[in-house]
T-cell receptor, first 112, second 114 residues
Framework: LAKTTQPISMDSYEGQEVNITCSHNNIATNDYITWYQQFPSQGPRFIIQGYKTKVTNEVASLFIPADRKSSTLSLPRVSLSDTAVYYCLVGDKGDSSYKLIFGSGTRLLVRP | DTAVSQTPKYLVTQMGNDKSIKCEQNLGHDTMYWYKQDSKKFLKIMFSYNNKELIINETVPNRFSPKSPDKAHLNLHINSLELGDSAVYFC?????????????FGQGTRLTVV
């Protein structure tokens, strides 16, 4: 089974750049890496998705090395409203049912 | 317009009861999911349906039975509720399964079994 590993929590201050890394050693060849954000009492919300190298949108950047065994979500200039749990999602290599496994999540706290 | 809507938002019930949670998506997606989030905030997939066909069935007690009358609806029926079933249940939909293109989640149903 593919497993993802993320830091349990991170602290930052407003205006800083935050990088959250997820390890996924058994990622499937055709699978993408997706990051979600979850606020309390809400469902997860899509942030960004990528396959390799770098992807950037208006919210974040995603860096994926050539071996694709990890990925780093980069949030530029965070604000208090970025305080949330961030999940890394990948497919499950070697499993025909393609179980979609969320990481344990990283609880980001942005301080003033 | 809510993309993925679940009802009810809160559900408090006694052990042994049978309850259902309904989910509807108006995005035209082919794939729908049920996830369970426990008190420790771990999100675990329970089921996935693609065009009304079950494609992912995690190790879930058979007291849990998903039903998809059409591809816009995926309901979750739970028989003989137990204390350990207390959690937040999220419904989601997406257009692909492999690679899991952007999934849209409902607001969740907080189930409390007493």
């Amino acid at each position: 089974l593919a497993k993802t590993t993320q830091p349990i929590s991170m602290d930052s201050y407003e205006g800083q750049e935050v990088n959250i890394t997820c390890s996924h050693n058994n990622i499937a060849t055709n699978d993408y890496i997706t990051w979600y954000q979850q606020f309390p009492s809400q469902g997860p919300r899509f942030i960004i998705q990528g396959y390799k190298t770098k992807v950037t949108n208006e919210v974040a950047s995603l860096f994926i090395p050539a071996d694709r065994k990890s990925s780093t979500l980069s949030l530029p200039r965070v604000s208090l409203s970025d305080t949330a749990v961030y999940y890394c999602l990948v497919g499950d290599k070697g499993d025909s049912s393609y179980k979609l496994i969320f990481g344990s999540g990283t609880r980001l706290l942005v301080r003033p | 317009d809510t993309a993925v809507s679940q009802t009810p938002k809160y559900l408090v019930t006694q052990m042994g009861n049978d309850k259902s949670i309904k989910c509807e998506q108006n995005l035209g997606h082919d794939t729908m999911y049920w996830y369970k989030q426990d008190s420790k905030k771990f999100l675990k997939i329970m089921f996935s349906y693609n065009n009304k066909e079950l494609i992912i069935n995690e190790t879930v007690p058979n007291r849990f039975s998903p039903k998809s009358p059409d591809k816009a609806h995926l309901n979750l029926h739970i028989n003989s509720l137990e204390l350990g079933d207390s959690a937040v249940y999220f419904c989601a939909s997406s257009q692909e399964v492999r690679g899991h293109t952007e999934a849209f989640f409902g607001q969740g149903t907080r189930l409390t079994v007493v």
